[in-house]
Every structure is written in C-alpha cells, then in structure tokens.
Nanobody, 120 residues
Framework: QVQLVESGGGLVQPGGSLTLSCAAS????????MAWYRQAPGKERELAAG???????HYIDSVKGRFTISRDNAKNTVYLQMNMLKPEDTAVYFC??????????????WGQGTQVTVSS
C-alpha cells in the first residue's frame, strides 16, 4: 500500500555531514508524523528526530543542535541533515511515517533502513 524509500547513508569522518532522504509513495491521503529512528549494534531502536505535518519538530538530546529534520509535504518526503557527526551516531537509520490512507484508515510504515558509519 505504501512504500518508503530511503537514501543518503554512507561512511563519513567524525565532524562530517550527511543528509538522509525518505520518500513515501502509494495509497497516501496525507501523512501525519514523519520520523527518523536509529539502531546501533547491540542497542534498541531509538527515535532520533520527528516532525509533524505542521512542522513541529522533536529531537533526542544527543542530536540537538547537530541534526535538522525537515519535510516536503507536496513530495511526501522527509529529510535529516546531520552535521558534526560523531562515532556514536553510527547506526542503521530508519524512516517512519504515520500515514492516513486513501481508502482504509491510518497505519505506520517503515523504510528498509540505511547505514550511517562515522569513522576515521
């Protein structure tokens, strides 16, 4: 019904920057919350940043001031600009969207994940 396709991960040195993108497509009427979660090896998945359809944002403390989440509602796309990256930001980053479907209520969807590795 709905697909989320992520892009932009990779290997970057400490202090560097990366931008992740996630485009949603399918039977979408509208999208409420879009978010980026991350999961480091041996750790639980955690919410890194989220944004509502009206642009209200939320960040976990460890990324505040370094990461910026934004979205283009016309394109059903969410972005995560990551600056001043640290080795502890290394994780698989997952896109999440709370979608109001065209024909059958609302449902949450996940992207396939994109690896971000911060290392010298």
């Amino acid at each position: 019904q709905v697909q989320l396709v992520e892009s932009g991960g990779g290997l970057v040195q400490p202090g560097g920057s990366l931008t992740l993108s996630c485009a949603a497509s399918g039977d979408i009427f509208s999208i409420n919350v879009m978010a980026w979660y991350r999961q480091a090896p041996g750790k639980e998945r955690e919410l890194a940043a989220g944004i509502t359809s009206s642009g209200i944002t939320h960040y976990i403390d460890s990324v505040k001031g370094r990461f910026t989440i934004s979205r283009d509602n016309a394109k059903n796309t969410v972005y995560l600009q990551m600056n001043m990256l640290k080795p502890e930001d290394t994780a698989v980053y997952f896109c999440y969207a709370d979608v109001l479907l065209l024909y059958s209520g609302s449902e949450g969807y996940w992207g396939q994940g994109t690896q971000v590795t911060v290392s010298s």
